[in-house]
C-alpha cells in the first residue's frame, strides 16, 4: 500500500530554535499534502493544505509565519517551525492523497515535537 | 461547512465481544466520502474502511463493518470479535469533493478511545 514517511519522529529542541519535519510520499506521487497538529486525546486539528508548487492554504488562526510550509515536488512536503516556544510542543501529523475520487488519505507516523 | 461528532469519548468492551463506535456528520454536499482510522498509542493513523455517499452496500472490511445510514447521517463503525489489540483511539472523518487534481481535505470527529478488556 501507500507510504508516507515522516522524519524526524522525535524532536527535543531549546526554545527558539527553528525544527523542521519532512513528509514524503515514497511510492506515489502526493499532489496534496496536509499538516495536522494534535493534541494529546484530542482531534487533529488541520493546519495547512499544500498542493506541489504553489503556496499552502492555511486554515484560519494558524500563524503563516510561524509554520512555513514548502512543497516543492510531488513526494516531499515540509514544515519548519519557525523560533519555536514551549507552547508550539505538540505531535504534528503530514498525510497525503493523490488524484480525485475518495481514495484514503495516507498518513505519516508524526512527529512529537518537545520545546524547551 | 461541513461538522463530525463522534458522541462517545471513551468505550469498554469485553474481548471477542463486537462493539459499536458511533458517527454522525452534516454536510450540504451530495457527494462525500467517510472515513474511519484507528490511531493507537503510537500515534500513527492506521485506515480502516471507507464509504463513499452513493455507495448502496454497507462497506465491510474484515472485522470492520461500516453502519450507513444516509438518512439519519450517521457512519457507525462496527467491529467485530473484539481484539486486544483494538485498543486504541478511533476518528470518523469526511472528506470533501476533490476540486480539479487538489486532493479534499478531511473533517474529523472528536475521538472515541477504545478499550477491549481481557
Known amino acids: 500500500g501507500a507510504v508516507v514517511s515522516q522524519h524526524p519522529s522525535w524532536v527535543i529542541c531549546k526554545s527558539g530554535t527553528s525544527v523542521k519535519i519532512e513528509c514524503r510520499s515514497l511510492d506515489f506521487q502526493a499532489t496534496t499534502m496536509f499538516w495536522y497538529r494534535q493534541f494529546p486525546k484530542q482531534s487533529l486539528m488541520l493546519m495547512a493544505t499544500?498542493?506541489?508548487?504553489?503556496?499552502?492554504?492555511?486554515e484560519q488562526g494558524v500563524e503563516k509565519d510561524k509554520f512555513l510550509i514548502n512543497h516543492a515536488s510531488l513526494t516531499l512536503s515540509t514544515l519548519t517551525v519557525t523560533s519555536a516556544h514551549p507552547e508550539d510542543s505538540s505531535f504534528y501529523i503530514c498525510s497525503a492523497g493523490t488524484g480525485g475520487g475518495y481514495q484514503p488519505q495516507h498518513f505519516g507516523d508524526g512527529t512529537r515535537l518537545s520545546i524547551l | 461547512a461541513q461538522k463530525i461528532t463522534q458522541t462517545q469519548p471513551g468505550m469498554f468492551v469485553q474481548e471477542k465481544e463486537a462493539v459499536t463506535l458511533d458517527c454522525t456528520y452534516d454536510t450540504s454536499d451530495q457527494s462525500y466520502g467517510l472515513f474511519w482510522y484507528k490511531q493507537p498509542s503510537s500515534g500513527e493513523m492506521i485506515f480502516l474502511i471507507y464509504?463513499?455517499?452513493?455507495?448502496?452496500q454497507n462497506a465491510t472490511e474484515g472485522r470492520y463493518s461500516l453502519n450507513f445510514q444516509k438518512a439519519r447521517k450517521s457512519a457507525n463503525l462496527v467491529i467485530s470479535a473484539s481484539q486486544l489489540g483494538d485498543s486504541a483511539m478511533y476518528f470518523c472523518?469526511?472528506?470533501?469533493?476533490?476540486?480539479?487534481?487538489?486532493?479534499?481535505?478531511?473533517?474529523f470527529g472528536q475521538g472515541t478511545i477504545l478499550t477491549v478488556h481481557p
Open positions: 472523518a469526511m472528506r470533501e469533493a476533490s476540486i480539479g487534481t487538489s486532493y479534499g481535505k478531511l473533517t
Open positions: 499544500s498542493n506541489e508548487g504553489s503556496k499552502a492554504t492555511y
Open positions: 464509504q463513499g455517499s452513493y455507495d448502496e
